[in-house]
């Protein structure tokens, strides 16, 4: 095997990534700014918040994970409820959190069904249930959206043939030795898949320690989450506060690093625990419930979303608008600009990912993918406000700020370990031995990649491509400062509008947002589908 194109392919992603790490860092070590930061009156309650919502979103989230596997596993359910999981994957953050906000909001759907008969309210109450100062609202949006990413990558897990068919048959071995289904499963399956979970569990836990969009949304504004005043930081026009900005991502990246130390120690001491107990407290019981809440939950969003975008005048209590109209669906279609940049964008930067992440792969020595696994999923688990700040840089250095290639590069960077994390599972557990039966037979590489490989490794590469289309239409931070204001896109317009009085057209953008990755996983599941060979009849004897 050649060493020149594996070591092109990671020169070709590792020079943005090294570049605008470097960028980054030698902004964030501005010792003034430390200085600043520190001395900032928001600085320790933001921190605070930001602890607090990223840690208890992921412990709860690690919960019903871990529960919603033993129930799927146990009853055999585990691959019909997966099937359900590309539809809830395709919800984009902004989108999740617009929709929690019509429901939890005083005026929103909750209170509107119990008023004013059972709250007595005929006016919405001053309650602080979105942006509450708890933070509590922001980690039930963490909460419900991250589910379905942690269940997706163990499907990914699942899908290989040669693990499930060795866990199934430890688990029913476990079981003629005396041990109940649950302890079999929190025995023999849950430490074999739940390692195997940890480095998607690290980005769920980066990006609620750091997330900006749902933050802005639907997170406390009194003080906000230090992601949030980095944001506002790194926005303003004086020189000094964008270095405290930047020192504000330097501080988030330590908190991220030294908490996914900590979580990874904590993993490991658990999984000793687990040894000397019959059955670990976080498997035990049947929780069906669980499933159904957060499936509930998404069908009250989508629902929400798909109200409010066609509502008009609706005062409080009313349970339904008194006037119908597509006046924001007009305004969105007016703005094709907007959703043409997105779909570009999306579909740009999965396909170029994709073909990346196939050609490393391919190409790549095995070893040179383990060493350099942790480097490409970095972006993974490091602030996103950080990486914000080195891919400015690197445009600005680069001349491409405010350029669609610019932007591209940035889209990029976000998407690729999400697509590589897909892909890897299946590309990995394709049998070696096909290859060889192909050369065997005197047919090259190319008949062996064209004919027999990808084919069978066609819905797996269509998912991948599908959750980088769905990761890009979720871009905000990159989309705004790297497109220096001159790109819009659904996310930046919904997320804008968050902010507004304009429910309706809010709506709109959020139930596009959420329809693009839907209709891209639609057309992955339709080109991953099995291939139907024709059936052949009894031989007719013609003599």
């Not at 819905?459 to 705004?480: C, D, H, K, M």
Request: aromatic residues 12%; glycine residues 6%.
């Amino acid at each position: 095997m050649s060493f020149l194109p594996a070591f092109l392919l990671a020169l070709i992603a590792a020079v943005p990534m090294g570049w605008a790490l470097w960028a980054a860092a030698s902004q964030a070590l501005d010792v003034s700014a430390w200085q600043a930061l520190w001395a900032d009156p928001q600085m320790l309650r933001a921190w605070g918040m930001t602890l607090w919502t990223g840690l208890a979103s992921t412990a709860l989230l690690w919960w019903t994970v871990a529960r919603l596997l033993a129930h799927g596993f146990i009853r055999q359910q585990l691959a019909r409820w997966l099937t359900h999981v590309p539809a809830l994957l395709a919800t984009p953050h902004a989108a999740m959190a617009i929709g929690l906000v019509l429901w939890l909001a005083p005026s929103g759907w909750a209170l509107r069904l119990v008023s004013p008969g059972l709250s007595g309210f005929d006016a919405p109450p001053p309650w602080l249930t979105t942006q509450d100062p708890w933070g509590l609202g922001l980690i039930l949006a963490l909460w419900l959206k991250e589910v379905p990413f942690l269940l997706w990558v163990a499907a990914t897990q699942l899908q290989r043939e040669d693990l499930r068919r060795r866990w199934q048959a430890e688990f029913a071995l476990a079981q003629t030795l005396g041990h109940t289904p649950t302890q079999a499963f929190a025995q023999v399956v849950w430490p074999q898949l739940g390692p195997r979970l940890r480095w998607p569990l690290l980005a769920v836990l980066a990006y609620g320690l750091t997330v900006v969009d749902m933050a802005l949304i639907i997170g406390p504004a009194t003080p906000p989450t230090l992601a949030v005043l980095a944001w506002q930081w790194l926005g303003d026009a004086d020189a000094a506060m964008q270095a405290q900005g930047a020192a504000a991502a330097g501080c988030l990246t330590v908190s991220v690093a030294m908490l996914a130390g900590v979580t990874v120690m904590v993993l490991r001491a658990w999984a000793r625990l687990r040894r000397s107990a019959s059955s670990p407290l976080l498997l035990q019981g049947d929780s069906p419930w669980v499933g159904w809440a957060i499936g509930g939950a998404y069908l009250a969003v989508w629902w929400a979303l798909a109200v409010g975008s066609v509502s008009g005048v609706w005062p409080f209590p009313q349970l339904w608008p008194s006037l119908w109209t597509g006046d924001a669906w007009a305004q969105v279609i007016a703005s094709a600009p907007t959703v043409w940049t997105t779909l570009g964008l999306a579909a740009a930067s999965a396909s170029v990912c994709l073909i990346w992440s196939v050609a490393w792969l391919e190409l790549t020595p095995r070893r040179w993918q383990q060493a350099l696994r942790p480097w490409w999923l970095l972006p993974l688990v490091l602030p996103s406000v950080l990486w914000v700040v080195g891919l400015y840089s690197v445009a600005l250095q680069w001349r491409l700020e405010g350029q669609w290639l610019g932007l591209l590069l940035a889209h990029a960077v976000m998407v690729l370990p999400y697509v590589l994390l897909a892909l890897e599972p299946a590309y990995l557990a394709v049998d070696p031995r096909q290859s060889a039966v192909v050369a065997s037979l005197g047919q090259g590489r190319w008949t062996d990649l064209l004919r027999i490989k990808w084919p069978l490794l066609k819905r797996a590469i269509a998912s991948a491509w599908a959750v980088g289309f769905a990761v890009s239409v979720a871009q905000y931070l990159p989309t705004l400062y790297v497109g220096a204001g001159r790109f819009a896109t659904v996310t930046t317009e919904a997320v804008t509008l968050a902010s507004g009085a304009q429910r309706s057209l809010m709506s709109a953008y959020a139930a596009l947002q959420m329809l693009l990755p839907v209709l891209a996983f639609a057309l992955a599941a339709y080109l991953g589908r099995p291939r139907q060979f024709e059936k052949i009849g009894p031989m007719k004897d013609n003599t």
